[in-house]
């Protein structure tokens, strides 16, 4: 039951804003991060956390924020901080996305979806964005699909994916 003042659990009535992050937003990003990780984590290996190094410290964002070409983005829900994501932009127009994630408690409301359709809108001069996910990560890989990427190729890697990263394109031309 609704309460009189209190918003429908609906996306429609959910107001998502995509806002530029710097360095003092760690202290509000780690956190949810850190849920988003650990989550991804427990689902489908089976650890208790796991996730980039420094995903759980500020580190990750220390770590790549300052780069000249990436821009950080921390996703609002209603003003709240729910997730966040890094690009790197690029002279040729040949981005990447980062990272992308969500808190767990606010997944499957299309707030993913949204956020990442306002950041292609904030780049419209991208011609294509490339990303790399764990082969693990099965709903990442539905996420990617959804919202117009193909996997274009695997990588092996030596690191907590397991070994093998899916490698996804999407060209905006």
Known sequence: ????????????????????????DIPELVPVMKRAFDDDSQKHLGKPWGGPEGYDDGDFFRR??????????KILLDGRVVGGLIVWVY???????????????????????????????????????????????????????????????????DDVSGGVSFIFRKDME
Do not use: C
């Open 64 to 73: 790549w924020m300052p780069y000249k070409e990436s821009v950080s983005y």
């Open 91 to 157: 002279e040729h127009e040949r981005n990447t996305l980062g990272t992308i994630f969500v808190d767990p408690a606010f997944q499957d409301r299309g707030i993913g979806s949204k956020a990442w359709r306002l950041v292609e809108g904030r780049h419209p001069d991208a011609r294509s964005w490339t990303l790399g996910t764990p082969s693990w990560a099965e709903k990442n890989h539905q996420f990617y699909v959804k919202n117009g990427f193909s996997k274009v190729r695997e990588d092996s890697v």
């Open 1 to 24: 039951m609704q309460m009189r003042g209190e918003k429908p659990e609906n996306e429609h009535s959910q107001t998502i804003q995509v806002t530029p992050a710097s360095l003092d």
